[in-house]
Structure formats: C-alpha cells, structure tokens
C-alpha cells in the first residue's frame, strides 16, 4: 500500500454536521440582532475555524467573533453536536482500512474534547488512533497548525510523510496538507463549493463515500 498515515477531517468528512453547526450559527447570530435564512451563506461555517468565518462572512471584528463563537457553543454543547450523522458507509470503511493495518488519525478544526464526543457518540472512535483537534481557548485554529500538532503528536507519520495522506471536503484541509508537506484527497460529498477543491490543488478528487473508498483500496 502506498499511504499507511491516514488523516480524516470530520466535519463534512465522516460525518454530516451542517444541521447542527448552521442552526447554532443562526442562533448566534440572532443574538446580535442577525436574522439570516440563505443555506448558500450558512453552509460556508461548516469547516473553517468559526472566529475566522465570524470575521470574514459577518463583518465582525475580533472581540465579537469571539463572543459569537460563544453563543454558537451555548447551544452546539446542548444540542448542535448531536444534530449530525455519519455518511453511510463511512464506519464500514473505517473498519476495513483498520483491518488492512492502516493508522487512521483525526485531523479537525472543531475543538478537540467535541470530536471525541462526536466520535464516541457514532461509535468510531476505535478505529482512530489518535484524534487531534483545536482547543476551545481557540488554540490550534488553523488546518496548517492541526496538522503540524499530528506530526508532532504522531511521529511516525512525520517520519512518513510520501506515506500520509489527508482526507477532508474543504479546500482549508487541501492547503493544511500542503503545508504540512503531505498528499491529499478532496471529497465532493461534503460542502466544498465547485471548483474549491481543485483551486486549492488536491491530489484526488472523489464525489463519493463509494469513490473515496474505490480510490483508498487502491491506494
């Protein structure tokens, strides 16, 4: 087999957040007085750091994205994080790829102790052996710091890195395993937008969960 490092993006990856991070953006933003309908506008939160897309998408500054990553949370701890589900046939992938003696490693921007949850909760996280994700003080933000934690905490990928691969539906994961000197899948079943996987420069490309795992058998 050509990658035996396999690192999964979350969000939009393994499993299908947008419900629960779109409702808790809109309440978030309600509280500033923000009513905001347009799917198009909310499917963009589902990937990219929440502080940054407060910022970029809304027009706010440092101090009320903050405030509005807070709100978003009063409501994704008590309901958003269960209003999600796995792509069907992502769990038999998981397992097959773990029979085949491939480390499967969790590379997410969401806060770390919420992707273990998430994990738990659908009942992979045995599958993985190790998860890395943002911390909820906002360290680790960034895709290209989440996977320069994996290198550091998973040194044998660093000391593989033609061997690793990152997985993920956004172009933020593309350009974190570019910076991070590895390959990369970009997965259309997710929210990518057209063309955004391709921009940023993905080494495959599948529309899938069936063409992700045609492609990673092979690989």
Known sequence: MKYSYLLFDLDGTLTDSGEGIMRCVQYALEKFGITEQDVRKLRRFVGPPLTDSFRLFCGMNEEDALLAVRYYRERYEKQGILE?????GIPQLLRDL????????????????????????????????????SGINGKLSSKEEILAEVMRRCPS?????????MIGDRRYDIEGARSAHIDSVGVYYGYAEAGELEEAGADYIVQTVSGLRELLMDL
């Not at 499967?104 to 992707?115: C, F, Q, R, T």
């Not at 990928?157 to 691969?165: H, Q, V, Y």
């Open 84 to 88: 999600n589900h796995v792509y069907e």
């Open 98 to 133: 773990a029979g085949e003696g491939r480390t499967l490693i969790v590379a997410s921007s969401k806060p770390e102790v919420y992707v273990n949850k998430v994990l738990e909760n659908f009942s992979i996280a045995d599958y993985f052996a190790c998860t890395i994700g």
């Open 157 to 165: 990928a660093a000391a593989n890195r033609d061997r690793t691969l």
